[in-house]
DNA sequence: ATGGTGGCGCGGCCA
């Protein structure tokens, strides 16, 4: 069974890639942020036609999430409890015996401005939601785009981001405590590539230069992380033409018994 | 160098 998450800045424009990185790597649950789409524009229809059954919460210009996945989603929860928030930025869904939660985190723009101060307070909302979601949920998975780098090894120069937003210790902090919950970062599981991350700016040739940070990550239960068997992080759609400023991670776990074959698609291998 | 690029949508916000 594997689940990705993919940050992919407009999901008009990154919807040819997302098919074709579907084509490639034909993932059981493919979790999207910033698909920037109000739910009448979502293209449920190619996504569908891909073998893909799709939830999705979407507003205009900015956020909007969705969750892509073989088997139906069920239980969709749209909004963190006590937020009445219009920003779509959390999709939960049950699939199989998965619980999902994928979130987009708020960025925080910088740590003296409101937005940050939002983002504060989101993360103690999202930390008390999945602190009752692991009580009920055994095989739970938070994933998506954190927009926090949570160690000096998840950014490429840890002195230069020191306090800055994105690796601020508030932020750092609020992360441990979502993992303290219960959680374990599966990309931490395995040894990987030193400088390996998920986010590169767009500005000053960042990817190139190899200027990136880690902010994108999958979480899971102690009875997932026992099954999972890789997590990675999927580097080459950064490389491609028109990229999303994110590239997507992909984590497999082992047991794959409660979740339906995907169905091959016409010139595919089955 | 307080910039740079990209998406949305057509001026300025957001990342």
Known sequence: ??????????????????????????????????????????????????????????????????????????????????????????????????????????????????????????????????????????QFILLGDFNIAPEEADVHDPELWAGKVLFSDAERQAFRRLIALGLHDTFRKFSQPENTFSWWDYRAAAFRRKLGLRIDHILCSTALYEQCVTSTIDQDPRKWERPSDHAPAVAEFASSSDIAPRIPQAGEES
């Open 1 to 138: 069974m594997k689940i990705a998450s993919w940050n992919v800045n407009s999901l008009r424009v990154r919807l040819p890639q997302v098919l074709d990185w579907l084509q490639s790597h034909p993932v059981d649950i493919l979790c999207l942020q910033e698909t920037k789409l109000v739910d009448d524009e979502f293209p449920a229809a190619a996504v569908e036609e891909a073998g893909y059954h799709v939830v999705y919460a979407g507003q205009k210009t900015y956020n909007g999430v969705a969750i892509l996945s073989t088997q139906e989603a069920a239980d969709v929860v749209t909004d963190l409890p006590s937020m009445d928030d219009p920003q779509r930025r959390v999709l939960g869904a049950t699939i199989g015996k998965l619980r999902v939660l994928n979130v987009y985190i708020p960025n925080g723009q910088s740590v003296d401005s409101e937005k940050y101060r939002y983002k504060m307070d989101w993360l103690q909302r999202l930390q008390d939601y999945v602190a009752q979601q692991l009580r009920l949920y055994p």
